[in-house]
């Protein structure tokens, strides 16, 4: 998920390792916060593969700014990573969130809707956060009442979310 809002970002344009944490914040919020700790070492791991180039440039003060870019194989790296998500992509909501976020640089509808089917079927297989007897536990089977609210509420967003992936797979396919 780092490396591949990494790409994306830089994907759209040029941005030092400040500016680009900010986004990625941002887009992954509270949920997953990113540390020094473990960006830099990412930076670094796509520096080292020949897919973001880093260069130094005068700060507004008196620090320098690394800006980072795409090299050539990184714009390449990104679609394939999007073309081919890892299975947690798919399946970790937020992950696909990610997923989403830079899913229009893949330039082939066909392909993002390809992606999208992915989830979907995802979806559409039975699941909860709870189970008896190796069956899915359903919100109106839920023994305690905080446990019915948040089978209740994960019905309710995947429900909205395989409507908007019919339509949005229906809207790539005309």
Same mark, same amino acid.
């Given at each position: 998920?780092?490396?591949?809002?990494?790409?994306?970002?830089?994907?759209?344009?040029?941005?030092?390792?400040?500016?680009?944490?900010?986004?990625?914040?941002?887009?992954?919020?509270?949920?997953?916060?990113?540390?020094?700790?473990?960006?830099?070492?990412?930076?670094?791991?796509?520096?080292?593969?020949?897919?973001?180039?880093? *260069?130094? =440039?005068?700060?507004?003060?008196?620090?320098?700014?690394?800006? &980072?870019?795409?090299?050539? %194989?990184?714009? /390449? !790296?990104?679609?394939?990573?999007?073309?081919?998500?890892?299975?947690?992509?798919?399946?970790?909501?937020?992950?696909?969130?990610?997923?989403?976020?830079?899913?229009?640089?893949?330039?082939?509808?066909?392909?993002?809707?390809?992606?999208?089917?992915?989830?979907?079927?995802?979806?559409?297989?039975?699941?909860?956060?709870?189970?008896?007897?190796?069956?899915?536990? *359903?919100? =109106?089977?839920?023994?305690?009442?905080?446990?019915?609210?948040? &089978?209740?509420?994960?019905? %309710?967003?995947? /429900? !909205?979310?395989?409507?908007?992936?019919?339509?949005?797979?229906?809207?790539?396919?005309?």
């Amino acid at each position: 998920m780092l490396e591949l809002s990494i790409l994306g970002f830089l994907f759209e344009e040029p941005l030092h390792g400040y500016e680009l944490k900010a986004r990625i914040q941002g887009l992954s919020g509270h949920i997953r916060p990113v540390s020094d700790g473990a960006l830099y070492p990412a930076i670094s791991r796509l520096v080292k593969a020949g897919l973001v180039d880093q *260069r130094t =440039e005068p700060g507004s003060g008196a620090a320098p700014r690394r800006i &980072l870019s795409l090299t050539e %194989a990184g714009r /390449t !790296e990104l679609p394939a990573r999007l073309r081919h998500p890892k299975e947690a992509e798919i399946t970790d909501g937020q992950r696909f969130f990610t997923l989403l976020a830079f899913l229009h640089h893949l330039p082939d509808p066909a392909e993002q809707a390809a992606v999208l089917r992915r989830r979907q079927a995802f979806l559409d297989i039975p699941a909860s956060f709870f189970y008896r007897d190796g069956e899915p536990v *359903r919100a =109106e089977e839920a023994p305690r009442l905080f446990r019915e609210g948040m &089978l209740r509420i994960a019905r %309710a967003t995947s /429900t !909205e979310e395989k409507k908007w992936l019919a339509e949005a797979i229906g809207s790539l396919e005309e």
